[in-house]
């Protein structure tokens, strides 16, 4: 982001991360875990921070017919306390283990289905929430974009699915992302928190094909 915000001529941007991998990371798995509730605490306790980021999925919204996150709204809720103008997106990733779906439309079946009701969770915890500013946005849509760019042969820069991180699509079996699909990702997150099309920034040159139109089809393909 701090690369990408440049290149966007944002002025000012500054990030704070408390990060755990992987189910960890979810809302409800950080907050229900002291040491990390008090980590996210520190970095909302100044007010200085305008947006959280917070990304999918919650055990509680996957058991529930994904209907509720109290977690999310504990958060919501401290953080606005903290500063009332806080502003909220919260983050649909992609499937874990890529190598379990024959493509990459197999591969998002799940979170395809899950996304709306991420958007209607969103809108649930801001009515909550005084009409606090809450989006949902689908970051695992630009990597579902490259994987079936890949299988499509349009890539020819990519060799593998999993492998090496400047020639695949993903890094292990696991599925975290490759270089492309990590700076695609990010300029859905650009999007996403500053509104700035991935087309007007200047052209990326680290790859042969353009991963800003390829941010702007995933973009268009969960509009």
Request: proline share 4%; hydrophobic share 45%; with cysteine.
């Amino acid at each position: 982001m701090t690369e990408v915000t440049r290149l966007a001529g944002i002025d000012g941007h500054e990030q704070r991360v408390v990060f755990r991998g992987g189910a960890n990371g979810a809302p409800q798995a950080m907050w229900e875990d002291p040491e990390v509730q008090a980590l996210i605490k520190e970095q909302l306790n100044d007010g200085a921070v305008d947006i959280v980021v917070l990304i999918c999925c919650s055990e509680e919204f996957l058991q529930t017919d994904f209907q509720r996150d109290q977690a999310l709204l504990e958060i919501v809720a401290y953080a606005l306390a903290q500063n009332p103008e806080t502003r909220f997106r919260l983050a649909m990733p992609w499937e874990d283990y890529p190598n379990e779906f024959a493509t990459a439309a197999a591969q998002r079946a799940r979170t395809d289905a899950a996304y709306p009701r991420y958007q209607l969770l969103a809108e649930s915890v801001s009515a909550a929430s005084g009409g606090a500013e809450i989006l949902a946005f689908y970051h695992g849509a630009a990597v579902y974009e490259i994987r079936s760019r890949f299988e499509n042969g349009l890539i020819p820069e990519l060799t593998g699915l999993i492998g090496a991180r400047t020639s695949s699509v993903f890094t292990d079996k696991k599925g975290h992302a490759a270089s492309m699909a990590q700076d695609a990702g990010t300029l859905i997150w650009l999007n996403a928190i500053y509104g700035f099309n991935p087309l007007d920034l200047p052209p990326m040159n680290a790859y042969d094909v353009d991963i800003r139109a390829i941010a702007t089809a995933a973009l268009s393909s969960v509009e």
